[in-house]
Each structure stands twice: as structure tokens, then as C-alpha cells.
């Protein structure tokens, strides 16, 4: 299509538009007289119709994709399951190596427009608190069609192999390109911020042992990890079939001795990364840029155990200081809400939304390895404990991983 016609296709739509405008307000005063004339009293107006759609995967039991949600755990998304094709009712997080596993997503639309092809991405990670696509595994993508006031089911059918065996997170992200519903950020995933994301970050574990988790951080970071003991009733509203086969300890030990320690090489995966321009250079000359080679970072931060709380201090070179950081994060608090309530678009704040994502490109990932401790579960027993992560710039958490320990 040539500019000029173009151009006169915007005129056209402009004068649509218009039209269109014209027209509601007259639509509307009819409505009002009809309602006023008729018998039935104190009839409702309906609302006004949004050519829009409205897509969104549940963080949680009754959310319906306002954002930003409530503080619960948004890490146990309900519409995102794995279990093995064998099995589809045995929902689990751990993967075992040569087993295929079906992977389902349930997407809701609570808009007005339908949506044709909505395409859903899935991600496979090591347990992480925060995640962005870029040191995650994209497992593929599917799509479906969703119904305006409706909700639609995903399904994809993964082989594990042998590196990806053992407890993994999974993240959802459901898109539209036509009607046009797109996430805020390219590559970090944050239920919180984007009601388009659902995360499963579900992992069961025995006492006494081992596992690595990741925590995403910027390179100048202060940040908090706390270990939340769940009683008997929060541990059932999961609904994983694993409670079924475990008596529940209703209060574990609130102050289990948890261990936190960076891992003994701490792994930042650099496929697709724009890395900075003196690790580029270092990288050139040891002939390491190529996809899926990994950058190994020694001693990334600072670790401190205090008042049941592991507190995190990460001073390494970038763009963004702790001042930036909280100046992005609040103005982008106020424009979530004004997008929110419905008065503007995203389009209106390209120039914050792109300040926020160039801040986020700097963010890397740390590996820890986390010693679960004995806490004195007999056989058949099972404690529930939340993983929290806090910004501490302004108290706000930014992820979690819900951990169930047996005996």
C-alpha cells in the first residue's frame, strides 16, 4: 500500500471515528428515556462497548487481571498445570528426564472484542524469584481462540531431557497481535505488573537436602528473601495432589534454620544478551559470543543472615542507580493506574514505558544454593513455607517460590 493511500485510509478511519462518537451520545440519551419510561424501576445502564480485548492468565483464585493485584501469592497461578501425558491428572513440578509431559494454560478474555488467535508462550527456569525470558528455555507456542467474556484452553506436549530434569518454574504469556494485546515488557515476566503472565513456582522438596534457585536482581540491588511458614489451610488451598498423600503439619517451625549461599559459580546466561562493552570485548578475545555459551560471574553481591531474614546487597556496574531505579518503579506504579481506570492507553507513555524496559535489559540472575534444613518431619509429614523476595527501596515483592518439605 502506497503512503498516499495510507493516509487516506486514517482520514477515513478518523472520520469513523467521529461518527461513531456522534452516534454513542445519542444511543445513550435513547437509553436513558427508555429506562425511565420503563416499569421496571431502578434499572442498571448498561456499559459503554470498548472495542477492545482484555486478556489475562489468574495469579490467583478470584483474580480477574486487575493489576496491580493484592499482596497474596501470585507464584501458584491455577491456570498453568504440568503433568505427565501418562497421568493428566497428577499435576507436579518436577520433571523427570524421557517423560512427556503435557502442559496446559487456561487464558481468560474480559473484554468486549474476541480474540481470533491468542498465542500463548511457555518458559521452563530453574526456581527463580523474578524471571526474565532471556535466562529461561521457551518450550514453544500455541494458540487459541477466545471469546469475548470467555476463557479458552492451551496445550502443549514437552519431551524433558536430561538438563532440564528435576524442579522447575514455569511461566505462561498470552499475547494478541489482532486485536492488538500485547505485554508491557519484551523479557521480563512480572504477574504483578502484567496480567497477561501466570507463573507456577510450586517446588516439593525432603528435609535435609539441597536446591538452587535464582533471584533476579539489577547490577546496584538491595533486596530481602524471608521464609514464610504456611499452617494447614494454605497449604490444602493449593490443591496439589501431593497433600493427599501427606499428613500436614499445620504449624512448622517458624524459624527453621534455612541456608542461603551463592552457588560456587554463579551463572548469568548471556544467549541474546546485550552485554556491556568491556564483557564484549573480553568475550571477543576468549572467542566465547555464541548462542547458548554461558558468562560466569565470581562473587556477585553480598549476603547478611538477620532477624529471620536473609538480606542481599549487590553494588556492580550499571546505567541504573537505587535513586533511578525508585523513580522508574513509582512513575510506573501511577501510569499502571491511570491505564488501569481506563482514562488512557499504554501508547500515551511510550517514552517511561521505554525508560522502564531499558532499565530492565540491565538486570542479570544470580544462582544460590539454598540448604533445606531438618526441621523434624517424620515419614508421611509435610510443611509448607513461602519464599518471599523484597525490593527493599520500596518494600515491595517482586517474587516468590512456594517450597512443600516432607519428611
Not at 213 to 226: D, F, G, S, Y
Not at 288 to 298: A, M, V, W
Not at 303 to 326: M, W
Not at 341 to 353: H, L, Q, T, V, W
Request: contains cysteine; positive net charge.
Amino acid at each position: 500500500m502506497s503512503l498516499e493511500n495510507i493516509h487516506k485510509a486514517n482520514e477515513i478511519i478518523k472520520k469513523l471515528q467521529g461518527q461513531r462518537r456522534e452516534k454513542s451520545v445519542k444511543f445513550r440519551e435513547t437509553w436513558y428515556k427508555t429506562i425511565e419510561a420503563s416499569p421496571v424501576k431502578k434499572r442498571r445502564m448498561p456499559e459503554d462497548f470498548k472495542d477492545s480485548s482484555y486478556l489475562y492468565i489468574r495469579s490467583y483464585d478470584g483474580d480477574n487481571g486487575y493489576r496491580p493485584g493484592a499482596n497474596v501469592a501470585y507464584w501458584r497461578s491455577p491456570d498453568v498445570m504440568v503433568s505427565p501425558v501418562s497421568s493428566l491428572n497428577s499435576y507436579t513440578t518436577e520433571l523427570n528426564a524421557g517423560t512427556l509431559y503435557n502442559i496446559k494454560c487456561l487464558v481468560h478474555n474480559r473484554g468486549d472484542v474476541n480474540v481470533p488467535s491468542a498465542k500463548v508462550e511457555f518458559y521452563l527456569v530453574t526456581p527463580s524469584l523474578g524471571f526474565d525470558t532471556r535466562f529461561g528455555k521457551k518450550l514453544g507456542i500455541a494458540s487459541t481462540w477466545v471469546n469475548c467474556y470467555s476463557s479458552s484452553e492451551v496445550n502443549i506436549r514437552y519431551l524433558v531431557e536430561p538438563s532440564d530434569a528435576g524442579h522447575k518454574c514455569l511461566f505462561a504469556r498470552v499475547f494478541s497481535f489482532s486485536p492488538l494485546d500485547i505485554p508491557l515488557h519484551d523479557t521480563l515476566l512480572n504477574p504483578v505488573q502484567d496480567r497477561r503472565i501466570g507463573q507456577k513456582n510450586l517446588n516439593i522438596a525432603a528435609q535435609a537436602t539441597q536446591m538452587n534457585l535464582n533471584i533476579l536482581h539489577m547490577p546496584q540491588a538491595q533486596l530481602t528473601v524471608q521464609f514464610v511458614p504456611l499452617n494447614k489451610e494454605a497449604v490444602l488451598a493449593i490443591r496439589h495432589p501431593v497433600a493427599a498423600d501427606f499428613r500436614i503439619i499445620d504449624k512448622p517451625r517458624e524459624r527453621a534454620e534455612f541456608r542461603l549461599n551463592f552457588a560456587k559459580e554463579t551463572v548469568a546466561n548471556v544467549t541474546d544478551v546485550k552485554l556491556p562493552k568491556r564483557l564484549t570485548n573480553l568475550s571477543n578475545r576468549l572467542g566465547e559470543i555464541k548462542r547458548g555459551i554461558d558468562l560466569k560471574i565470581n562473587q556477585p553481591g553480598k549476603i547478611e543472615y538477620k532477624d529471620a531474614a536473609f538480606r542481599f546487597e549487590f553494588n556492580q556496574e550499571g546505567k541504573y542507580n537505587l535513586k533511578d531505579q525508585n523513580r522508574i518503579e513509582d512513575e510506573m506504579k501511577r501510569i499502571h493506574k491511570i491505564i488501569q481506570s481506563g482514562e488512557r492507553r499504554a501508547s500515551d507513555f511510550k517514552k517511561e514505558i521505554d525508560e522502564y524496559r531499558q532499565m530492565n535489559l540491565e538486570r542479570r540472575m544470580t544462582l544460590l544454593s539454598m540448604d533445606i534444613p531438618n526441621i523434624g518431619l517424620q515419614k508421611g509429614e509435610l510443611a509448607g513455607y513461602d519464599v518471599v523476595a523484597i525490593n527493599n527501596m520500596n518494600g515491595e515483592i517482586f517474587g516468590g517460590i512456594t517450597l512443600l518439605v516432607h519428611g
